[in-house]
């Protein structure tokens, strides 16, 4: 006999309410990485793309502890789930000095890349005039990318 291959059914994707998908936001890494094509160049800005990410992923490993949790994890020592060896040794030897190297900037690099708030609103409510905000970010991911070496510095 021969067997019946089963068809699996696709289920229709839930997309949510009208009023539910008008409230999803792009990821505001995305839509600065298209503007940075524009400005300062198609590959220093995929460079630019990857130093932000990895820049998120090493706060998120540092921060994880540190994050409400549904479950009771009273009785658990430390974190369950350990760093890659390739990630604990970049936080050491690019991401920490490079935090350290930020200095003040670090918060508004933070509230940009892990709180996803506009430029536009941490310009207002620091009282900074229009674009300091991203011009900060902007040379804090160039000086990863080159701490990392992703990019070669430009004399």
């Known amino acids: 006999m021969k067997k019946k291959k089963e068809k699996k059914e696709k289920l229709p994707v839930d997309l949510g309410t009208p ?13 600065q990485t ?9 590959e220093d800005a995929i460079e630019l793309q990857q130093s932000a990410s990895e820049v998120r992923r090493l706060f998120n490993l540092t921060t994880a502890g540190l994050t409400p ?4 994890l009273s ?12 990630l604990a040794i ?8 490079w935090a350290m190297r930020q200095g003040e900037k670090l918060p508004t690099i933070f509230r940009w890349l892990i709180d996803e708030e506009s430029f536009r609103s941490i310009d207002a409510s620091k009282g900074w005039r229009k674009g300091k905000a991203s011009e ?17 510095r430009r004399y």
Do not use: C, F, H, Q
């Open 19 to 31: 009023e539910t998908r008008a409230k999803l936001r792009p990821d505001p890494l995305a839509v």
């Open 75 to 86: 009785s658990v020592r430390g974190l369950s789930n350990d760093a890659p060896e390739w």
């Open 69 to 72: 949790r549904a479950v009771d």
């Open 90 to 97: 970049r936080k050491v030897d690019i991401y920490n000095p």
């Open 34 to 42: 298209d503007i940075w094509k524009r400005s300062v160049g198609s």
């Open 136 to 152: 900060m970010v902007l040379d804090a991911l160039y000086d990863y990318a080159y701490a990392s070496g992703r990019l070669k």
